[in-house]
């Protein structure tokens, strides 16, 4: 009966999902808000479907293991070093600022120190989720704007990890906050140097033997097990499992598998963490909020009008514009997804009230719906104070990190062509990310400073990670037909005015990969021949004018004259030959 169940909830819990997020997603409002909203209708709240469900509380606690893990992937080191010292202060500030404010307001209203620590921490993270998204719908993220809005999120998910160490110890009535924040750093500091040397020494050569065996589910089972694993270590040390998965993420972060790792992991971050955006909504009382709507609308003005002044005025300290601070502080006014998961641990801890955990959590998800009025409001400030035009100049978020740039080229397929477009790429000094399977040619590639990296460019995950969306053009050079031909679809598919440039085999091929989508294609074959006819003939002193106009003949018409020959002809003609 148990299991039946169990099975019921589980059902109610996808169904609600399938009918309730796509209607957001029509509206352009962030799946989150939409799980959030099929948690509540689900819940006691509303329709009681679903009752306290312990088993979907711990799939709901693994979304956010998977959460954690994703953002130690995206937080490489080359990443932290091109954020700038500045830059990283502000963050750092805002963070540490931030929760002090709060946490003395808190401690003002009546609550006790530790549920003052957790509520100042809480609240002054700001949602990664949300503002990555309208900073890359606005077209904001490679802007000066977007830079700095950037950097203070990438310190502020570093921020997590101390966070989310030092709301268990505060659960220990025996020691005193201080007492307990030294023991976060102390635990902290040995989780961190532990999973370091396990990582060096175990984790890189144990995908480099997975990835040698060429087999995607061999692959996938292992970042499962270093995900899940390395969780387990850190639980039994007495620290959280999301704080090992942080851990596992970051140290995988500079290696050639983490667009691949992180196009696997992805499925599972998504569904484990819309359930656990569906237990936040169950966990939210409507009859309360509506009851004290009063409080939460003054938390709500308070939290967002607060944060924007202390992040403006730090940001304008430390030499930035004012009408870029004013941007910035708006758009980080609102709280974030790792509010819910303090508040949620702490609840659980009996650090702090359920009636004031759940008002903490509307006041969040109220905030995160503000989110695009933040947005518009500090256009039409900057725009007001006429001095937004520094702004809207283009400037690469990640200069140093060709792999995270904007205006790169996507390269699949590594070999002597793709790594010869990759040459004449990095001569014209355009950056570009290639992906490969082969093991070998990877690392041979990779000693030589080459950035590519170990990936499955069949999967559009794999190519989302490596930056599709944001490319100049994408080059295909991929030995298999068919596996040319789904990439090229895949990529038309989701990005329509993206450049595709594929290799073709055959006239055959090429008709394909015309029908699929791809701009232009070259027939390698056709080209080397007439290349090598064209030495061969200038050796034999025949005029440099009757070879431009014999190899030229035989490229008009799509290579009709070499069909017979070769059988096979492209389906775009290259510039003619000239002395």
Request: glycine fraction near 8%; include cysteine.
């Amino acid at each position: 009966m148990e299991q039946s169940r169990v099975l019921v909830d589980i059902l109610i819990f996808l169904g609600a999902a399938i009918v309730i997020v796509p209607i957001f997603h029509r509206f352009r409002i962030s799946p989150i808000l939409g799980y959030m909203a099929a948690g509540i209708l689900i819940g006691p709240s509303a329709l009681a479907l679903v009752g306290d469900s312990k088993n979907a509380h711990l799939l709901a606690e693994f979304g956010v293991v998977f959460l954690l893990f994703m953002i130690g992937l995206e937080l490489s080191v080359e990443r932290l070093r091109a954020i700038g010292g500045r830059i990283f202060l502000l963050g750092l500030l805002q963070v540490v600022v931030t929760s002090i404010v709060i946490g003395f307001v808190a401690l003002w209203l009546g609550l006790s120190p530790a549920a003052s620590a957790i509520v100042g921490g809480g609240l002054a993270l700001s949602s990664t989720a949300f503002v990555m998204k309208y900073l890359a719908e606005t077209g904001e993220r490679a802007t000066r704007f977007g830079l700095v809005v950037f950097a203070i999120l990438l310190v502020q998910d570093l921020a997590v990890v101390p966070f989310l160490i030092l709301v268990p110890l505060l659960a220990d009535q025996e020691a005193s906050f201080f007492e307990a924040f030294g023991m976060a750093a102390l635990r902290g500091a040995v989780a961190l140097a532990f999973v370091i040397l396990l990582g060096r020494f175990l984790l890189k050569p144990l995908y480099r033997m997975i990835a040698s065996a060429r087999s995607s589910e061999l692959f996938v089972s292992t970042t499962l097990l270093v995900v899940l694993g390395t969780g387990w270590i850190m639980s039994l040390a007495g620290l959280s499992m999301t704080l090992g998965a942080f851990l596992a993420g970051l140290l995988l972060s500079g290696t050639q598998y983490r667009h691949q790792i992180e196009a696997d992991i992805r499925p599972f971050r998504g569904i484990l963490l819309g359930l656990f955006f569906m237990i936040i909504g169950m966990s939210m009382d409507l009859a309360l909020i509506l009851e004290q709507w009063l409080v939460v609308l003054s938390l709500l003005v308070s939290l967002m009008a607060g944060k924007t002044l202390i992040t403006a005025v730090l940001s304008r300290m430390l030499g930035n514009p004012t009408s870029r601070s004013i941007r910035v502080g708006l758009a980080l006014s609102q709280g974030g997804e790792f509010g819910f998961v303090m508040f949620g641990a702490a609840l659980a801890l009996n650090l702090l009230d359920a009636q004031i955990a759940s008002t903490l959590l509307a006041t969040i998800a109220l905030s995160m719906i503000a989110t695009p009025a933040m947005f518009f409001l500090g256009r039409v400030i900057s725009a007001r104070l006429n001095t937004g035009s520094s702004d809207t100049q283009t400037h690469s978020i990640h200069d140093n990190i060709p792999e995270h740039g904007e205006e790169h080229v996507l390269i699949a397929g590594f070999g002597r062509v793709g790594q010869t477009v990759a040459k004449v790429l990095s001569d014209a000094g355009i950056p570009y990310i290639a992906l490969d399977l082969d093991h070998t040619r990877l690392i041979n590639c990779r000693n030589k400073g080459m950035n590519v990296f170990y990936g499955d460019a069949d999967q559009i995950t794999v190519l989302q990670a490596a930056g599709a969306g944001r490319a100049r053009g994408a080059v295909i050079t991929l030995d298999q037909e068919k596996t040319a031909s789904r990439v090229v679809a895949a990529l038309r598919d989701n990005y329509p005015d993206l450049p595709i440039y594929v290799r073709a085999r055959d006239r055959q091929h090429s008709n394909r990969l015309e029908q699929a989508g791809a701009t232009e294609m070259v027939f390698e074959a056709a080209e080397a021949s007439l290349q090598l006819g064209s030495i061969v003939l200038a050796s034999l002193d025949v005029s440099s004018d009757d070879i431009v106009s014999i190899i030229n003949n035989y490229r008009e018409d799509d290579y009709a004259l070499l069909e017979d020959v070769v059988g096979a002809s492209p389906t775009t003609k290259p510039a003619p030959v000239t002395d």
